[in-house]
C-alpha cells in the first residue's frame, strides 16, 4: 500500500513563499513519476509540476519561473518551493505518484495568497 501526506500549506501575502512537502511510504520501488496538482473551487483540477524518475521536470506556463519541483531520495519526499505567489495560486494542492500502471493521490493541503 502507498501512501502520500502533504504538509506546508497555509496563508501567505502576495509576493511571499511557502514550501510544500509530500512524505512517501510503502512500495515505491520502481516508481515513474511523481507531480503536484492544484485545484481551486469551481476550477479544473490542473498539473502544477512534474518530476520523473530520471529527475527531468516540467512545469506549467503560469508558475514557471516561480516554482521549483524537487524530490529528496534519501527521504522519500517530494517539495515544491514556491516563490513571487500571486492570488491566482490559491488552490488545495495536492501530490500525485505514478507507478504504472496505477496511480496515487495524497489529501491535499489549501494555499492561500492574499492581495
Known amino acids: 500500500q502507498v501512501q502520500l501526506v502533504e504538509s506546508g500549506g497555509g496563508s501567505v501575502e502576495a509576493g511571499g513563499s511557502l514550501r510544500l512537502s509530500c512524505a512517501t511510504s510503502g512500495n515505491i520501488v520502481g516508481w515513474d513519476a511523481m507531480a503536484w496538482f492544484r485545484q481551486a473551487p469551481g476550477k479544473q483540477r490542473e498539473l502544477v509540476a512534474r518530476?520523473?524518475?530520471?529527475?527531468?521536470?516540467f512545469y506549467a506556463d503560469s508558475v514557471k519561473g516561480r516554482f521549483t519541483i524537487s524530490r529528496d531520495n534519501a527521504k522519500n519526499t517530494m517539495y515544491l518551493q514556491m516563490n513571487s505567489l500571486k492570488p491566482e495560486d490559491t488552490a488545495v494542492y495536492t501530490c500525485?505518484?505514478?507507478?504504472?500502471?496505477?496511480?496515487?493521490w495524497g489529501q491535499g493541503t489549501q494555499v492561500t495568497v492574499s492581495s
Open positions: 518530476i520523473s524518475s530520471g529527475y527531468y521536470t
Open positions: 500525485h505518484m505514478q507507478i504504472r500502471p496505477e496511480d496515487f
